[in-house]
């Protein structure tokens, strides 16, 4: 007889997960559980599903080695849902309670809801307090403002856990925030890039390798060759290369875009934070033992992880359910074909799909300002746009994907999150990367045969969406430049928008 039952998810490989923490050897038993309702909820990327399957199996394999009891179910024998295969376990183990630390998703708290009433033992649901902020904290401070944007809340987030402050209680370096230092293109001559650390698959790996290449062939994505960690001490050595060799140049670059470099000075860690393998406060804690380093930088990187991650986590359980159906531009164009090919002629575009389908990687700019920026300017449905890149990123889960797609990158939420749309031409992509002087559409041009697409759309949008935007002060600019228009610039914007979205949609 088990006293307590600790499920553990995919996404909460780390040991000192809450639901694990007051564990006792000889009384207790682990839970772990592959099963395929998880894999098919959407296309998950082959890399991604190696990635959890093989962090999920060593994850348990450490635990036995320390004499935790791990019941371990794989997807070859396993059942459709959490809930089935839990109910099948608890035949066996007759636990007394179950223990399991509050999801990352809304869906899967739904479902541990039912589990009471299901299985007739209590269920116990810990915080996740591997984030800086409390679900219930984010509440009381998103019930105490009008407006919930990310710069107060990651304000009151620095000063709480004395994050770059100093004795004076001010930030460092005098600003709150080096958003402005951190926009630079990357210089033609610039030199190389130090390569991110890659890690050789061992003995499980290459099992999980086997099995996805059996079961998930179809899955989006090149499965091979596989680099990423799948341990904690892997996904520390690659915190430890990142501090060492590209943290400095972070800042900086931050929005920068290029051609074959894929990683430029981003740290690629989310999706070891995001299952666990790292956990925020240790990689906190890392930069800012950094010595030497340039305010822009430090702050920068901060500002991501204290600030955004966080804040979007927030806004997550502070909108759930309704957040996931907004829709504010009543956009209801079709996902085109080519975001799961990469098979376009928009070289930007394409170079980002490339890179997705080849490494589930694409860093924040390339998320937010080509794939995303597209999605937004051609009116594609918000939940085709959520289903894709829910699908195709290593670190997707839908507690950080979704305020960043309906939010941040859509503005499909009418305003929670941004107070502008981030829509933008190819001028700012040209400004930004080097990927329009190898495209087949001319950046300089704006209507007609090879014009730049993003040209002629970004007014398309403006001009659609006319009403909802024109009173936003943020827009002044582009409105009054609307105002200017002549009928005939506008009826030419609207054609070529017309016909390039028709050819897309075939
Ligand atoms: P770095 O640039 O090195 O940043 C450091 C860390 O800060 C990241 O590892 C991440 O944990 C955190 N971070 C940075 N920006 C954000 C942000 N906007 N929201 C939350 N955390 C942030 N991030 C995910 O982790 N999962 C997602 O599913 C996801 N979907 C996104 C979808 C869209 C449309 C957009 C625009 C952004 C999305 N992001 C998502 C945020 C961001 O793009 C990724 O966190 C980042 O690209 C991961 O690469 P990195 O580790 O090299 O990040
Ligand atoms: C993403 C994912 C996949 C593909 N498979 C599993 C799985 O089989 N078992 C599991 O515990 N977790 C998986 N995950 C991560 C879950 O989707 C994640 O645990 C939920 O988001 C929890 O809210
Ligand atoms: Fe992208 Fe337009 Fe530049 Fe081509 S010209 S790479 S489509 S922004």
């Known amino acids: 007889?088990?006293?307590?039952?600790?499920?553990?998810?995919?996404?909460?490989?780390?040991?000192?997960?809450?639901?694990?923490?007051?564990?006792?050897?000889?009384?207790?038993?682990?839970?772990?559980?592959?099963?395929?309702?998880?894999?098919?909820?959407?296309?998950?990327?082959?890399?991604?599903?190696?990635?959890?399957?093989?962090?999920?199996?060593?994850?348990?394999?450490?635990?036995?080695?320390?004499?935790?009891?791990?019941?371990?179910?794989?997807?070859?024998?396993?059942?459709?849902?959490?809930?089935?295969?839990?109910?099948?376990?608890?035949?066996?183990?007759?636990?007394?309670?179950?223990?399991?630390?509050?999801?990352?998703?809304?869906?899967?708290?739904?479902?541990?809801?039912?589990?009471?009433?299901?299985?007739?033992?209590?269920?116990?649901?810990?915080?996740?307090?591997?984030?800086?902020?409390?679900?219930?904290?984010?509440?009381?401070?998103?019930?105490?403002?009008?407006?919930?944007?990310?710069?107060?809340?990651?304000?009151?987030?620095?000063?709480?856990?004395?994050?770059?402050?100093?004795?004076?209680?001010?930030?460092?370096?005098?600003?709150?925030?080096?958003?402005?230092?951190?926009?630079?293109?990357?210089?033609?001559?610039?030199?190389?890039?130090?390569?991110?650390?890659?890690?050789?698959?061992?003995?499980?790996?290459?099992?999980?390798?086997?099995?996805?290449?059996?079961?998930?062939?179809?899955?989006?994505?090149?499965?091979?060759?596989?680099?990423?960690?799948?341990?904690?001490?892997?996904?520390?050595?690659?915190?430890?290369?990142?501090?060492?060799?590209?943290?400095?140049?972070?800042?900086?670059?931050?929005?920068?875009?290029?051609?074959?470099?894929?990683f430029l000075y981003h740290s690629v860690l989310s999706m070891y934070l995001n299952i666990g393998l790292l956990e925020p406060k240790q990689v906190i804690d890392k930069v800012l033992q950094k010595k030497n380093i340039s305010i822009e930088s430090i702050e920068g990187f901060v500002r991501q992880i204290l600030g955004w991650r966080e804040y979007i986590r927030g806004i997550y359980w502070h909108t759930m359910p309704k957040y996931s159906e907004t829709n504010y531009f009543n956009a209801k164009n079709n996902l085109p074909k080519f975001y799961w090919t990469g098979k376009t002629e928009m070289n930007c575009m394409k170079n980002c799909l490339n890179q997705t389908i080849d490494d589930a990687y694409a860093h924040h700019i390339q998320r937010l300002m080509i794939t995303g920026n597209f999605s937004l300017i051609a009116g594609i449905e918000p939940k085709q746009v959520c289903e894709w890149y829910l699908s195709v990123y290593a670190d997707a889960f839908e507690w950080v994907e979704l305020p960043n797609t309906h939010g941040m990158t859509l503005y499909a939420d009418g305003g929670i999150l941004g107070t502008k749309p981030y829509a933008a031409s190819g001028n700012y992509i040209n400004k930004m990367s080097d990927y329009c002087k190898d495209c087949k559409y001319d950046v300089k041009k704006k209507e007609g045969d090879n014009s730049c697409p993003f040209n002629y759309l970004y007014w398309n949008f403006f001009l659609t969406n006319e009403k909802k935007l024109e009173k936003n002060p943020r827009l002044w600019t582009v409105f009054s430049n609307i105002k200017k228009m002549s009928q005939e610039r506008k009826k030419a914007i609207k054609n070529d928008s017309k016909k390039f979205l028709s050819q897309i949609s075939n």
């Not at 050897?25 to 959890?52: F, G, P, R, S």
């Not at 541990?112 to 649901?125: D, F, G, H, T």
């Not at 990357?186 to 996805?212: A, G, R, Y």
């Open 1 to 262: 007889m088990t006293e307590n039952l600790c499920v553990v998810f995919g996404d909460q490989l780390s040991q000192n997960i809450t639901s694990l923490r007051n564990f006792r050897k000889k009384q207790d038993k682990i839970l772990m559980m592959e099963v395929v309702n998880e894999t098919t909820y959407v296309n998950h990327h082959k890399k991604k599903l190696v990635l959890i399957f093989s962090a999920m199996r060593h994850f348990s394999e450490n635990l036995k080695k320390q004499g935790y009891s791990v019941i371990y179910s794989k997807i070859n024998n396993s059942s459709n849902t959490f809930t089935e295969e839990l109910i099948k376990q608890c035949k066996v183990t007759k636990p007394k309670k179950i223990i399991v630390t509050h999801p990352g998703e809304y869906r899967v708290l739904q479902e541990i809801k039912k589990w009471e009433k299901i299985l007739k033992i209590p269920i116990s649901v810990p915080d996740d307090d591997r984030f800086f902020c409390s679900i219930d904290e984010f509440e009381k401070w998103a019930d105490s403002k009008k407006e919930l944007k990310m710069e107060t809340f990651y304000q009151m987030m620095r000063k709480k856990h004395h994050v770059l402050i100093d004795e004076n209680g001010k930030p460092k370096g005098g600003k709150w925030n080096y958003d402005v230092k951190n926009r630079k293109r990357l210089p033609k001559n610039h030199p190389k890039i130090p390569n991110i650390l890659e890690h050789k698959p061992d003995k499980i790996t290459n099992q999980v390798i086997t099995d996805v290449k059996k079961k998930f062939s179809k899955h989006f994505g090149k499965l091979e060759p596989f680099w990423f960690a799948t341990t904690h001490e892997d996904a520390v050595k690659s915190l430890n290369e990142f501090v060492k060799n590209r943290l400095e140049t972070f800042g900086p670059y931050e929005d920068a875009m290029a051609q074959n470099e894929k």
